[in-house]
């Protein structure tokens, strides 16, 4: 497609930024139903859709909600194509100026941080802590219960509001808090599609769906916004935690953060005051049943992984995950041959828990899982490379 074809209707940055936008949220999603629908008249749709963000008249469609059950039972709303065009269109934006106010040690939804970084610093804190294993220091870790559906979408939109006419000095300040507003305050469980059966939300507790929030409170979980507000939305605490409390080892990944002291005695009186702060500035309250309090020599569960003095191991729940995985695989080639989608599917499943698994000391952990597990129907289809980090076709997948 040509950038020229709106040259004259729109400003070329306009069209560009919206185009790097539509480019990189197809990266992952080109092949789902949603994509595709937008591609059969891309030209049109995105020309549209860079008028209706030209004259402040879009507005979010509908999203698809349904429940998933790994790592944990989770409520998802997955946002129209279109709307995630948008949310990669928005954050492009605000990230450079984000990243210039967030801590380092809030690891979600950050180029360079992540799971596996937040994993290595957390392991350095106790380290340098304990002075290498040599003396006393203790963890504390805390979650905030029902994190993303307790957001108060007013205070959010409020500091956000602040923060852009403060730091943000782009020409199109305006157009950027009009698509915050309209972002923050849509509702999808006003106009969303079910999909699966409402039986699948039995289990899931009120506070952990949108379905049952107060009114202005709450953020989908599924968008790419919902993750880079909510650590906006935390960025107070992370500053109050590391210059008010003056806490040298802190880290974050979303809603699940990790302190680490020498001092038993001033770790507990931390807690009234993490409580009294967060309730009082964002309206949140600790999950009474996540306080982790312990010797380090104890070790620490933090992000699918378990902690300890010179070694990090894969948590019991990620090797519980990547078995029901396999199993899952194996009734797909029990009583047929698998399709391209499959294939697609599986490639993206397992090297998902390989990629993650391959960083730590879990060789022999893999090659026992995948080769007394997987089917030999499978064995035909792949091969394992890089000393059983990733699999890949033997055939290789026609792509559209």
């Not at 360079?112 to 957390?122: A, L, M, Y």
């Not at 003396?135 to 205070?155: P, T, Y």
């Not at 309250?285 to 902690?307: D, N, R």
Request: charged share 25%.
């Amino acid at each position: 497609m040509q950038l020229e074809l709106f040259s004259d209707t729109v400003p070329l940055s306009l069209a560009e930024e919206v185009f790097l936008a539509y480019y990189a949220c197809r990266k992952n999603k080109r092949n789902t139903l949603n994509a595709l629908r937008f591609e059969k008249h891309l030209e049109h749709n995105l020309f549209v859709l860079i008028e209706q963000i030209k004259t402040k008249t879009y507005f979010p469609g509908k999203s698809i909600a349904f429940i998933v059950n790994k790592p944990v039972k989770r409520e998802i709303f997955a946002a129209d194509f279109r709307d995630r065009v948008v949310h990669h269109f928005l954050i492009n934006k605000l990230n450079p100026i984000f990243e210039d106010v967030f801590i380092q040690d809030s690891y979600a939804c950050r180029i360079g941080k992540g799971t596996h970084f937040g994993i290595k610093r957390v392991d350095g804190f106790i380290k340098s802590c304990s002075n290498n294993y040599k003396q006393d220091c203790f963890i504390l870790k805390l979650d905030i219960q029902g994190f993303f559906m307790n957001i108060n979408r007013s205070i959010l939109y409020e500091r956000l509001f602040d923060f852009i006419n403060k730091k943000y000095h782009e020409p199109d300040r305006e157009l950027v808090l009009f698509l915050c507003s309209k972002i923050i305050f849509n509702d999808p469980t006003k106009n969303c599609i079910i999909k699966g059966n409402k039986s699948n939300w039995i289990g899931l507790p009120n506070s952990k769906s949108l379905f049952y929030s107060p009114l202005n409170f709450g953020l989908p979980i599924g968008n790419l916004t919902s993750q880079v507000f909510a650590n906006f939305y935390m960025n107070i605490f992370d500053h109050y935690v590391k210059k008010e409390l003056d806490i040298e080892f802190y880290g974050r990944y979303v809603d699940d953060f990790v302190i680490v002291h020498q001092d038993k005695e001033y770790l507990k009186s931390l807690l009234p005051i993490i409580t009294n702060f967060l309730k009082t500035k964002l309206q949140l309250t600790l999950h009474p049943k996540k306080i982790y309090f312990q010797h380090y020599s104890k070790g620490v569960k933090f992000l699918g992984t378990f902690i300890k003095p010179n070694r990090i191991f894969i948590s019991n729940r990620t090797k519980g995950n990547f078995y029901t995985a396999i199993m899952k695989q194996n009734e797909v080639v029990q009583n047929t041959k698998p399709s391209s989608d499959d294939q697609k599917q599986f490639l993206s499943s397992m090297n998902s828990y390989l990629g993650i698994m391959k960083h730590y000391k879990t060789y022999r952990l893999r090659k026992k899982m995948l080769f007394k597990n997987l089917s030999g129907w499978w064995w035909n289809q792949v091969y394992l490379s890089g000393g059983i980090a990733k699999f890949v076709l033997k055939k290789k997948i026609k792509t559209i």
